[in-house]
């Protein structure tokens, strides 16, 4: 019996994520079809995230604005790069602050390694 139950447990929750990964899937293409785009136009990575459910209208909508910019348009053809861009809004900002500190560490001759 407890076999049974955790079966139709485990289907409904299949149920569940198939159903919230369609309707993610239909809200990143209606931010897509707002922005005036088509999906061939995105890179396949994020197609292929996009068609599996994986990509949310958040996403797509951070994506349209990031490649408006010259300097993001180049960082997002870098594969893993664009991730974290896309992923984290504070990504540039946290990376500017790690080179910054390594930068005066090293200017001071403070060995990071050793603190």
């Known amino acids: 019996m407890a076999t049974t139950a ?4 485990t289907a409904a929750a299949a ?6 990964t369609a309707a993610a899937s ?3 293409l209606f931010v897509l079809a707002r922005a005036g785009r088509k999906l061939s136009s ?27 910019s010259s300097l993001l348009r180049w960082l997002l ?3 893993g790069f664009s991730e ?3 992923a984290d809004d504070l990504f540039l900002a946290k990376l500017a602050m790690e080179m910054g500190i390594g930068m ?3 200017v001071c001759g403070i060995d990071m390694d050793e603190s």
Not at 15 to 20: E, V
């Open 26 to 28: 239909a809200e990143a």
């Open 77 to 79: 053809g870098f594969r």
């Open 104 to 106: 005066i560490a090293n």
């Open 42 to 68: 995105l890179p396949a990575d994020v197609t292929a995230a996009l068609e599996g459910g994986r990509v949310t209208g958040d996403i797509v909508r951070c994506f349209a604005e990031m490649e408006r």
């Open 84 to 86: 974290y861009l896309l």
């Open 15 to 20: 149920a569940a994520a198939k159903q919230g």
């Open 6 to 9: 955790a079966v139709a447990t």
